[in-house]
């Protein structure tokens, strides 16, 4: 039984990522939003049970991939790794994560909120972070993920990463020079 659940659950994966590859041919993609988000019930067929297990997957392999980089960084620099993976994403067990990006995503005008981002702002609430300060991280992510867009529809990914690249050359040359 469990084997035949494990297949079900890869091909309920697959068809998630399907088409989400056919669509970025269409728009730029580089996260999950709130629109994958809620697509999931629909994919599940409405079983909710099943739509808890594919989201509550999401979020578990999200933290597990945030742990190994931090890991990753923190055996080459402890204080880098520090300060890159301050934000507390882990606060919320999964499942109340994922009743959190429920209810957040129930939101319209949340929506095109990067998922990864939503995870740090359900933390947030969950912390009882002041709402004021909440309100001004949803308000950077709006604007660095609509700033983001507008560049990749200017120009390609490779020529944006190419221009971050030569950015980090450029400054780490100076703090040699220094």
């Known amino acids: 039984m469990n084997k035949v659940f494990n297949k079900l659950l890869i091909l309920i994966l697959i068809q998630i990522l399907l088409p989400t590859e056919a669509s970025s041919q269409q728009r730029n993609r580089l996260f999950w939003d709130g629109g994958d988000w809620n697509r999931i019930n629909q994919l599940a067929g409405g079983n909710l049970n099943m739509e808890y297990r594919i989201k509550a997957a999401y979020v578990n392999g999200v933290l597990d991939g945030r742990l190994f980089f931090y890991l990753k960084t923190w055996a080459v620099e402890q204080g ?7 934000e507390t994403i ?18 319209p005008l949340m929506v095109y909120v990067p998922l990864p981002s939503a995870m740090i702002i359900a933390n947030m609430y969950g912390e009882r972070i002041p709402l004021k300060i909440i309100d001004a991280y949803i308000q950077q992510t709006k604007f660095w993920i609509n700033d983001l867009h507008l560049r990749m529809d200017e120009h390609s990914p490779a020529e944006l990463l190419e221009g971050k690249y030569k950015k980090h050359i450029e400054k780490e040359e100076r703090k040699r020079n220094k």
């Open 80 to 86: 880098l790794a520090d300060s890159l993976f301050a």
């Open 90 to 107: 882990d606060y919320l067990s999964p499942r109340e994560m994922v009743r959190s990006l429920d209810n957040f995503y129930a939101d």
